[in-house]
């Protein structure tokens, strides 16, 4: 890889050059809130739906999952929950009622409306790779740890392309500002640098309710403005097995208390966290997840929750976490089966458990987001730019994977299905016959343009003329392509009173301390 980066900078007027059409670095698909049309796969049975329902439903009654928070203990107990210590119990009745409560969708709208996104309704939305500790280019051909510079750029990366409709947590983790005003200070540049959904880390109190307060702010809403609708949202993991940490739930119940999006996603890896089959590990991560949105629900009835998905399994020979693999796209799949059971929208990713943007990186992305597509998943997390099971965040796999999502996007375009008189276009074939072309028919000439999809990063070139134009290779083009782009960029406006409150909040909470670290 050194040596293909050193060959791409002695080319890089030529491939550089290559990459630009017209005025823009790329032409890209507009902005949308793309609808799955495709009917899901479901490989469970209706008894297989009945059997791990029953089994999340066991796990629930009997066995239990411990809060490792007070205050929710406390008020799950008082709904009714069986409560010893930090064990809690449901009956499957009374989660069933609870669950019931739950939006089968809603909106999530950021400081632009133009950007507001839609959770649910056969919607399927892609965001950004989130919170790997570390970073990767060809340029440094290593791993690094990330820094704030590192951030911005993927900010800027996740705002520039259309693809990417909400923005993730820390795109790569800045471990250069300290970690009690770390979400500060990523927060403010998520907000200058971007006009998309933002999230918040739900890591006790003071990171959420800032967040919040900075997305107010930013879009210059009222308290009462801002809790009449999500705004924002937040992601948490459960513990597993069967746990719900301390700060996650303290964030968690933070934002079903004021309305915003709220999503629950067990990290259940089979073999290791969970039951060694991917049935048994669907079925806890169901019990996690259920668990969460009860209590949720319990807060404020009718809180816009989603259930996610991050079921896979482990490498036996190493105890690594796979991804991409058989067992992942078939545990996504009965999620999404169960998810429909249970009314609830989906959140699923795009992973890998690649090192570099190589063909392995490749293949596992896309048979993550082909999963996505075949469960019926309605957000997509880390998207683009994950590698290394989510260790390293890399720019080059962001563009690689950008291209891949607007491929799926223009799958999912119903005017590749059009059977309407033009969409069969019987009169051209009636015009060529058996003996002409479609060249230059009126049908084609109207449709040329826009027919087919346009790559912005594949190379169709045959051999010879891609050795000719200096052999340059997916990642090198990638490489050259977010140079480009960050060159160009320019944020989105924001009202300069708006901004100047913005820095005011985020320089009073920094001078009163910013969060605890010391969980």
């Given at each position: 890889?050194?040596?293909?980066?050193?060959?791409?900078?002695?080319?890089?007027?030529?491939?550089?050059?290559?990459?630009?059409?017209?005025?823009?670095?790329?032409?890209?698909?507009?902005?949308?809130?793309?609808?799955?049309?495709?009917?899901?796969?479901?490989?469970?049975?209706?008894?297989?739906?009945?059997?791990?329902?029953?089994?999340?439903?066991?796990?629930?009654?009997?066995?239990?999952?411990?809060?490792l928070n007070p205050e929710a203990v406390r008020?799950?107990?008082?709904?009714?929950?069986?409560?010893?210590?930090?064990?809690?119990?449901?009956?499957?009745?009374?989660?069933?009622?609870?669950?019931?409560?739950?939006?089968?969708?809603?909106?999530?709208?950021?400081?632009?409306?133009?950007?507001?996104?839609?959770?649910?309704?056969?919607?399927?939305?892609?965001?950004?790779?989130?919170?790997?500790?570390?970073?990767?280019?060809?340029?440094?051909?290593?791993?690094?740890?990330?820094?704030?510079?590192?951030?911005?750029?993927?900010?800027?990366?996740?705002?520039?392309?259309?693809?990417?409709?909400?923005?993730?947590?820390?795109?790569?983790?800045?471990?250069?500002?300290?970690?009690?005003?770390?979400?500060?200070?990523?927060?403010?540049?998520?907000?200058?640098?971007?006009?998309?959904?933002?999230?918040?880390?739900?890591?006790?109190?003071?990171?959420?309710?800032?967040?919040?307060?900075?997305?107010?702010?930013?879009?210059?809403?009222?308290?009462?403005?801002?809790?009449?609708?999500?705004?924002?949202?937040?992601?948490?993991?459960?513990?597993?097995?069967?746990?719900?940490?301390?700060?996650?739930?303290?964030?968690?119940?933070?934002?079903?208390?004021?309305?915003?999006?709220?999503?629950?996603?067990?990290?259940?890896?089979?073999?290791?966290?969970?039951?060694?089959?991917?049935?048994?590990?669907?079925?806890?991560?169901?019990?996690?997840?259920?668990?969460?949105?009860?209590?949720?629900?319990?807060?404020?009835?009718?809180?816009?929750?989603?259930?996610?998905?991050?079921?896979?399994?482990?490498?036996?020979?190493?105890?690594?976490?796979?991804?991409?693999?058989?067992?992942?796209?078939?545990?996504?799949?009965?999620?999404?089966?169960?998810?429909?059971?249970?009314?609830?929208?989906?959140?699923?990713?795009?992973?890998?458990?690649?090192?570099?943007?190589?063909?392995?990186?490749?293949?596992?992305?896309?048979?993550?987001?082909?999963?996505?597509?075949?469960?019926?998943?309605?957000?997509?997390?880390?998207?683009?730019?994950?590698?290394?099971?989510?260790?390293?965040?890399?720019?080059?796999?962001?563009?690689?994977?950008?291209?891949?999502?607007?491929?799926?996007?223009?799958?999912?375009?119903?005017?590749?299905?059009?059977?309407?008189?033009?969409?069969?276009?019987?009169e051209a074939i009636r015009e060529v016959g058996?003996?002409?072309?479609?060249?230059?028919?009126?049908?084609?000439?109207?449709?040329?343009?826009?027919?087919?999809?346009?790559?912005?990063?594949?190379?169709?070139?045959?051999?010879?003329?891609?050795?000719?134009?200096?052999?340059?290779?997916?990642?090198?083009?990638?490489?050259?392509?977010?140079?480009?782009?960050?060159?160009?960029?320019?944020?989105?406006?924001?009202?300069?009173?708006?901004?100047?409150?913005?820095?005011?909040?985020?320089?009073?909470?920094?001078?009163?301390?910013?969060?605890?670290?010391?969980?």
């Amino acid at each position: 890889m050194t040596e293909a980066t050193t060959r791409k900078r002695r080319s890089g007027g030529r491939s550089g050059h290559a990459v630009r059409r017209g005025s823009a670095v790329i032409e890209q698909l507009p902005w949308s809130l793309p609808i799955n049309i495709d009917r899901p796969t479901e490989p469970l049975t209706e008894e297989g739906i009945a059997r791990v329902h029953e089994t999340a439903m066991v796990i629930l009654e009997e066995i239990g999952i411990e809060f490792l928070n007070p205050e929710a203990v406390r008020i799950l107990k008082e709904a009714g929950c069986t409560v010893d210590g930090e064990n809690v119990r449901m009956d499957r009745d009374f989660v069933m009622e609870w669950v019931r409560k739950t939006p089968r969708s809603f909106t999530i709208t950021p400081r632009n409306t133009d950007r507001k996104i839609v959770v649910g309704e056969g919607h399927i939305l892609f965001g950004n790779v989130s919170s790997p500790p570390n970073y990767w280019d060809m340029e440094m051909g290593r791993k690094v740890p990330g820094t704030r510079e590192m951030c911005r750029n993927f900010l800027k990366l996740s705002q520039y392309f259309n693809c990417i409709h909400f923005v993730g947590g820390y795109p790569v983790e800045p471990v250069d500002i300290h970690a009690s005003v770390r979400h500060l200070d990523v927060l403010y540049d998520k907000l200058t640098l971007t006009d998309k959904v933002a999230h918040a880390y739900s890591l006790g109190k003071e990171r959420v309710e800032d967040v919040m307060e900075m997305v107010r702010i930013a879009g210059g809403l009222t308290h009462e403005e801002f809790d009449a609708s999500p705004r924002m949202y937040t992601n948490i993991n459960s513990t597993s097995p069967l746990k719900h940490d301390h700060p996650m739930m303290d964030g968690w119940m933070r934002c079903a208390a004021r309305g915003q999006g709220c999503i629950v996603t067990p990290f259940t890896l089979a073999g290791a966290m969970a039951p060694v089959t991917m049935a048994g590990a669907v079925a806890q991560s169901l019990a996690e997840g259920l668990s969460a949105i009860v209590l949720a629900q319990i807060i404020n009835p009718g809180a816009p929750c989603a259930i996610g998905t991050f079921t896979s399994n482990v490498d036996m020979k190493s105890g690594a976490p796979a991804f991409g693999t058989p067992e992942y796209i078939r545990a996504t799949q009965m999620t999404g089966q169960m998810a429909r059971f249970y009314g609830l929208p989906l959140r699923s990713s795009g992973v890998c458990a690649a090192n570099v943007p190589d063909g392995q990186a490749m293949w596992e992305t896309e048979h993550s987001l082909w999963a996505a597509i075949q469960s019926g998943t309605n957000l997509v997390y880390h998207a683009a730019g994950w590698l290394e099971g989510g260790l390293i965040a890399s720019p080059e796999k962001f563009v690689m994977d950008c291209e891949v999502i607007q491929q799926l996007i223009r799958y999912m375009d119903p005017a590749i299905c059009d059977v309407s008189d033009d969409g069969l276009g019987l009169e051209a074939i009636r015009e060529v016959g058996s003996n002409g072309h479609f060249f230059g028919t009126k049908h084609t000439q109207e449709r040329y343009t826009t027919a087919f999809y346009q790559p912005f990063l594949s190379d169709w070139k045959n051999y010879e003329a891609w050795e000719a134009a200096g052999s340059v290779w997916t990642a090198e083009r990638a490489h050259v392509m977010y140079k480009a782009i960050l060159e160009e960029f320019e944020a989105p406006p924001m009202d300069e009173a708006i901004h100047e409150e913005l820095v005011a909040f985020v320089e009073r909470r920094k001078a009163e301390g910013g969060a605890p670290t010391d969980f």
